[in-house]
Structure formats: structure tokens, C-alpha cells
């Protein structure tokens, strides 16, 4: 059997250096959500928990987007439910 090996994957597909959120935007956005979802959020320990493990993963683009799912981390590390979408397995 033929072994294949998997190429490295590129940045996000909808992401490049000159799409960036601030952080002012992404608490509009996150904002605007709490205003129509009814969402458990994470205590903020285990938000700065979190962050603190994208800020140190490769996969983390632009200080904002995970490069695998394309979400804005600053968001999804609230939602308790959410989990890393590293394929490996979730790194929190």
C-alpha cells in the first residue's frame, strides 16, 4: 500500500493580512449574539485559560482566527460549550 502524505495546510482559505477584526469589532459581534442566543459562557479564568493556549499554537492567525475552523477565538473561548478544533484533538 502506497503511504500519502498529508501536505501542511495553508493559512486559513477566508484569511490573509489584510482581513484583521479588532478588538473593538469582535465585541460588537460578540455582543450582538449575547442580544438573540442565549449562550453559557466560560468564567473568565478559563476564557484567559484559553487564550492563553491560542496565543501559544502556530495555527492562531492575526491574534484573532484559529486557522482551522476560521472562527474568532476571542468568541468562541467564551462559549462553554465550544472546544478547540485542532485536529489532533482539542488542545483545551
Known amino acids: 500500500m502506497e503511504s500519502k502524505q ?4 495553508p493559512a486559513c482559505k477566508g484569511c490573509s493580512a489584510t482581513v484583521h477584526v479588532t478588538p473593538e469589532e469582535i465585541a460588537k459581534l460578540f ?8 449562550l453559557k459562557l466560560t468564567t473568565e479564568e478559563e476564557y484567559d485559560r484559553r487564550i492563553a493556549i ?3 499554537c502556530k495555527d492562531y492567525q492575526f491574534g484573532t482566527t484559529c486557522r482551522f ?6 468568541i468562541k ?8 478544533p485542532a485536529p489532533q484533538g482539542s488542545r483545551w
Open 6 to 9: 498529508i501536505e501542511a495546510m
Open 31 to 38: 455582543g450582538e449574539t449575547l442580544k438573540v442566543r442565549n
Open 54 to 56: 491560542c496565543d501559544g
Open 69 to 74: 475552523c476560521g472562527c474568532l477565538m476571542a
Open 77 to 84: 473561548a467564551k462559549l462553554t460549550a465550544a472546544r478547540c
